[in-house]
C-alpha cells in the first residue's frame, strides 16, 4: 500500500530523505556483514594455510630425519659388511698360514721309529754321550746283526703283591747281567687275586749289568731289549710260560756296534 503524503512539499520531503537514510542504513550493515564475513575466511583460511605449512614443515623436518638416520644406518651395514669382509679374508689368511705351518711342521718333526731314534739320542746327548761317539755307534752299526748261533734261556717267576718273596732273579752270560720282574696279579672269576701274575697286563723287567748299570722297562709281553755290556750286545727276548706265573727269558750275545 503506497502512502502519499499530501499537505506542504516539505512533509513530503522529509519522508523521502527517512526512507533513502534507511536504505542507505541496510546497504551499509549488509556491506559490514559481507566485509565480516570476507574477514573470517580470510581468517580461517590464513589459520588453515598457516596449519597446513606448520604440518608440511613438521612433515618435512621428519623425513629428512629419517632419510638421514637411514643414510646413516646404511653406511653402518656397507661398514659391517667390509668389516666382516676383511674378518673373513683375514681368517682364511689365518688358516692357509696355519696350514703351511702345519705341512712345514710335520715334514719336519719326526714320527715313530725316527722319532724313537731322535729321542733316544737327545738322551744320550744329554747324558752328556759326545756327537762324535753316537755318531761312531750310528756309522758301525751293520745291517745285519753279528750274533752267536748259542742261545741261553732261561724261567722267570714274576713277583706280584701276593707273591712278593719270590727269588725272581736270573743271571746270564756268567752273571754278567741278572734279570728280574714284577706284574700285577692275576684275578678270578670274582675278582679276588691269585698268586701269579696277568700275562695281559704290563709286566716290568729290570736289566742289571755287573757294573750296576739297571735298566728298566715296562711292557706287555712279549718283550724285546737289548743291553750293551763290555763290548757286546745282548738281546732278550721275554715271553708268557706255559708254567703259570712264570716268563720264559732268552738271551742271545751279537757283536756291537
Request: aromatic letters at 6%; glycine letters at 8%; a neutral charge.
Amino acid at each position: 500500500m503506497q502512502v502519499v503524503a499530501t499537505g506542504r512539499d516539505g512533509g513530503s520531503m522529509s519522508l523521502l530523505t527517512t526512507a533513502a537514510r534507511k536504505r542507505r542504513q541496510r546497504r551499509q550493515q549488509i556491506l559490514i556483514g559481507l566485509l565480516k564475513v570476507a574477514a573470517a575466511m580470510g581468517l580461517l583460511g590464513f589459520t588453515a594455510y598457516s596449519s597446513f605449512e606448520v604440518g608440511t614443515a613438521k612433515t618435512r623436518t621428519q623425513k629428512e630425519r629419517l632419510e638421514t638416520e637411514l643414510a646413516v644406518f646404511r653406511q653402518r651395514e656397507l661398514e659391517r659388511v667390509r668389516q666382516d669382509a676383511t674378518a673373513e679374508d683375514e681368517v682364511n689368511r689365518l688358516s692357509d698360514a696355519l696350514a703351511r705351518v702345519e705341512a712345514d711342521y710335520n715334514a719336519n718333526v719326526p714320527t715313530g721309529d725316527l722319532k724313537m731314534l731322535v729321542d733316544i739320542v737327545r738322551g744320550r746327548l744329554d747324558e752328556g754321550v759326545s756327537v762324535d761317539r753316537l755318531a761312531f755307534v750310528i756309522r758301525e752299526a751293520a745291517i745285519e746283526r753279528r750274533c752267536d748261533r748259542e742261545i741261553e734261556s732261561k724261567r722267570l717267576q714274576v713277583r706280584t703283591p701276593i707273591v712278593s718273596n719270590a727269588s725272581n732273579s736270573i743271571g746270564f752270560a756268567d752273571n754278567l747281567v741278572t734279570v728280574s720282574g714284577e706284574g700285577p696279579s692275576n684275578r678270578d672269576d670274582n675278582g679276588r687275586p691269585e698268586a701269579w701274575f696277568d700275562p695281559g697286563q704290563p709286566v716290568r723287567l729290570q736289566f742289571l749289568t755287573i757294573g750296576g748299570k739297571s735298566e728298566v722297562i715296562d711292557a706287555v709281553l712279549p718283550i724285546t731289549y737289548s743291553v750293551v755290556v763290555g763290548g757286546n750286545e745282548y738281546r732278550f727276548q721275554a715271553t708268557t710260560s706255559v708254567r703259570r706265573g712264570y716268563v720264559d727269558v732268552s738271551a742271545q750275545v751279537c757283536d756291537f756296534p
